[in-house]
């Protein structure tokens, strides 16, 4: 998560004795103000500071001039300095209370109390310069801005030159691990072994490598040695130096490498700028005097320097050292680091090392992100991608959703039906000149043409009428949608005689339709319409109630063609009497029952091998799907394809009008014919069980085509047998659609949504860098990420859409989509950007 920073720019220039305080920030909006310079801060400052030399006078990280004889008799530096503090800050302090400066300290404050009641991560950072050097020597990360008004948490000073000629872009190296150079200066005095254990804290996230003065090395040999390994071709992230250091006027400040040997910042002007391109980003100067090495080194182009301002005792700087590396070892920023060693100097330290918080300064550019040691690794990585609490929250409703039954279905109904306009405005709808099945309803009309009082169960003497008409007309394939498991004698003579007409003469197919009953085995046919050894029974009921949206599958294994469904023994009966090129041969019977004989024993031992060359696997029920059932789902279960207009799927008949009309016109009697399936039209008392049990709701995308009929169909209720027309339909054809399920496109989604925050967090981090590649992908303008995301939603949906139809596979749009702009506002809500 990046944390949002407003930006002031504060210029502190004294001019004589006035003193000019310009603030500015945003587009422009500025703060002038002009106040006088109090003379006793001067003195007390110099007290200070005195004071403060006396207490540390030993063991102190530069060279200070002589300061004095301390004989007897003895004083309390200690308490001395407390005094001295005390006296400058509270001078200090009312002199930037004064009057004049309320408008500049409640226009900070005023931002980041803003921040807070908004409740997001608002950082305010104010970049201070301060001229002349005079002025800068004054503890101003003292300063408590806003503390009247209750935001001085939130508020953080950094300090910048008045003169910045250098560019700061600096060329990030792609590596793993994060490299630090750690320089041992001069050590005379000074020990270093808890500086080198303190630099060690940083093995665990950097490479790090130390270099410095050993006895008996050359001055010239050890001024080469560390120019070269400065300009090291793998580049630097950070620069450590601890030694003694010194102020100089024109050199920039000077580095003792060595008893007696020293460096300038202008000798090693080139191998910084060479560093710098190559990456270095950070130098932290645990050593004396630095503002002057500070201002040179920001000036030539590095974008953060922390420096000590005043003389510092070696064990305050071992003490500082190992605070601050530990904290930037826990990945945080250079600026929180160092507030965070000096609060501890403040507040565990004061009594043993008094004023030593006041020392510490970073000077950073202003257009440069505060440096902080990326993680690196796969653990570290994978923290990044882990939700955020909100995240958290939102994953967690989206998975509960994707796991509903009921949302399921609702989704997939919706989905059906853009997927019906998207065939008819593509125009994709399928061209056929006779649907391959011919559905023959007995309605409410063709009921009281017959004068059936009783319609359940239906009269069989009816059916025979039927049965008899379609064998007149040489129909081929048969299908009888109703149960025929119970007698009714004045009319099972004449419907046991239509059957076996029908196979005798036009050696017709005849599959027939049973369930399970609720207590245990099958609804069987009676031995008077279909000897058991060559008819077929296969089961009518479809998938999940009343549900009308998947496919019934064929079971992986089965000895009874009743396990397999009803309408894919239609559709194996018509494959093997039209179109199978191994088709059994003529037999030389007068009795044709054998040929159904054949089908039941090719039915029966038909192993996946044979399957296979017939229809799709993914007509079988597979072991995934299988699996997904114990867990109430409903994996990878093929759906029933309702984007095709019925009328390429099915033609209907009425039953009254197959009986009325001249065979000539059924037009059955061709190599074209349809399977014809005798089933209810709809009328209230159909169903095996329960009246209206064979009448199911219609689903969207039926109902948008059946409006779009001419005239509009307007029936309320979709009939069993026209479910079994699809499933025959789908099943002849092999349009058999996968939906891949919303849970699994949603942890794609998540991942994705997750790596376009984690992108443009890293854009917007380094926008300075310029990654052109990056850029391209994710424009640092919110503005233009928005319709980036929104036009490869877009994109999405419109190639889901035709991967549905071309490719037989129903990808989720809604729930993924869904996931990742949740992912995308969350994150644009957390970074909303302040002014």
């Known amino acids: 998560m990046i944390q949002n920073t407003c930006v002031f720019y504060l210029k502190v220039q004294r001019v004589e004795q006035a003193c000019l305080f310009e603030l500015s920030w945003g587009r422009g909006q500025q703060i002038s103000v002009t106040l006088p310079y109090p003379e006793n801060l001067t003195l007390l400052y110099q007290e200070w500071s005195a004071v403060y030399l006396s207490f540390y006078k030993q063991a102190l990280r530069g060279r200070v001039s002589n300061i004095g004889s301390f004989a007897a008799p003895p004083v309390d530096w200690h308490a001395k300095l407390v005094q001295a503090e005390a006296k400058l800050l509270y001078e200090f302090h009312q002199w930037l209370r004064s009057a004049e400066l309320f408008e500049i300290r409640s226009r900070i404050a005023q931002t980041a109390r803003d921040g807070e009641q908004e409740g997001s991560l608002l950082a305010v950072e104010v970049f201070l310069t301060c001229n002349p050097i005079e002025v800068s020597r004054l503890p101003w990360e003292a300063w408590e801005i806003g503390t009247e008004f209750a935001a001085a948490g939130r508020i953080r000073i950094v300090r910048t030159p008045g003169i910045v000629q250098g560019v700061t872009v600096t060329s990030k190296t792609w590596r793993r691990r994060a490299r630090v150079l750690a320089i041992l200066g001069d050590d005379t005095g000074l020990n270093f072994q808890a500086d080198r254990d303190a630099v060690r804290s940083l093995f665990s996230v950097a490479d790090v490598q130390f270099i410095g003065w050993q006895p008996g090395k050359e001055a010239d040999l050890l001024k080469r040695e560390i120019v070269n390994t400065i300009i090291d071709e793998q580049g630097w992230d950070v620069l450590l130096f601890a030694g003694h250091s010194h102020e100089t006027v024109l050199t920039g400040g000077e580095l003792a490498i060595a008893p007696g040997v020293s460096l300038s910042l202008s000798e090693l002007e080139r191998s910084l700028k060479t560093a710098k391109e190559r990456g270095l980003q950070f130098a932290l100067f645990n050593s004396c005097n630095g503002l002057s090495l500070a201002n ?68 950073r550019h202003a257009d440069a992100p505060p440096f902080r040691i990326e993680p690196f690794g796969v653990k570290e990585k994978l923290k990044r991608w882990l939700p955020t ?182 559709a194996l009966a018509y494959q093997l009497n039209f179109e199978q090129s191994n088709k059994p041969p003529q037999p030389q019977l007068q009795s044709s029952m054998n040929w159904l004989s054949e089908l039941k024993a090719y039915v029966s031992d038909t192993t996946g091998e044979d399957y296979k060359e017939i229809f799709s696997p993914t007509a079988r029920l597979q072991p995934l799907t299988n699996l997904s059932y114990q867990y109430h789902q409903r994996w990878l279960h093929p759906i029933i394809d309702f984007s095709i207009p019925p009328n390429r799927v099915y033609e209907r008949l009425p039953a009254w009008q197959l009986l009325e009309e001249p065979i000539n016109s059924l037009k059955l009697d061709s190599n074209q014919q349809p399977i014809v399936i005798i089933a209810a039209g709809g009328y ?72 376009t925050v984690l992108a443009f967090e890293q854009v917007k981090g380094k926008r300075q860098k310029k990654d052109r590649l990056l850029l391209i992908f994710f424009p640092s303008g919110k503005g233009k990420w928005i319709l980036l995301m929104t036009g490869v939603t877009v994109i999405y949906g419109l190639a889901s859409l035709q991967v549905y139809v071309t490719g037989a596979v129903l990808l989720p749009w809604f729930i993924p989509a869904t996931a990742f702009w949740t992912y995308i506002l969350l994150n644009l809500l957390e970074s909303k950007s302040h002014v």
């Open 684 to 755: 209230g008392e159909a169903g095996a069980g329960a009246e209206g049990e064979d009448n199911f709701p219609v689903p969207k995308a039926l109902a948008y085509w059946r409006s779009q009929e001419n005239p509009p169909d307007r029936r309320q209720v979709f009939p069993g047998g026209e479910v079994h027309a699809y499933l025959t339909h789908h099943f002849l054809t092999q349009r058999l659609v996968v939906p891949i399920p919303d849970l699994w496109l949603l942890g794609i989604a998540v991942l994705l949504g997750k790596g």
């Open 389 to 570: 609490k909100k995240e958290a929250i939102a994953l967690a409703a989206l998975v509960f959703a994707s796991w509903q039954l009921p949302v399921q279905d609702f989704l997939l109904e919706q989905r059906v039906l853009a997927q019906a306009y998207y065939r008819q405005l593509t125009n994709q709808v399928p061209t056929t000149q006779q649907p391959p099945v011919l559905l023959v309803q007995i309605d409410e009309e063709s009921i009281k043409k017959a004068g059936i009082s009783d319609p359940k169960p239906m009269n069989r003497r009816y059916l025979a009428q039927i049965v008899d008409k379609l064998t007149e007309s040489n129909t081929k394939v048969i299908g009888i949608d109703y149960l025929l498991d119970r007698y009714q004698k004045e009319n099972d003579q004449k419907l046991a005689e239509s059957f076996s007409a029908a196979v005798e003469k036009p050696r017709s197919w005849l599959v027939f339709g049973t369930k399970r009953k609720d207590g245990g085995g099958w609804f069987e046919i009676l031995p008077e319409f279909a000897n058991p050894n060559w008819s077929l029974q296969g089961d009518v009921m479809v998938l999940f109630g009343n549900q009308i949206s998947h496919i019934t599958l064929v079971p992986r294994k089965y000895s009874d063609s009743r396990n397999l469904p009803f309408s894919y023994l239609l």
């Open 296 to 363: 040179a080194l920001i000036d030539l182009g590095l974008s953060q320097v922390a420096v000590m301002r005043e003389p510092i005792h070696n064990q305050v700087a071992q003490e500082f050292l190992v605070q601050f590396l530990q904290h930037l070892a826990q990945h945080k920023d250079v600026h929180e680091s160092l507030l965070a060693a000096c609060q501890y100097l403040k507040l565990e330290k004061h009594l043993t090392y008094p004023s030593a918080y006041l020392i510490p300064s970073l000077f």
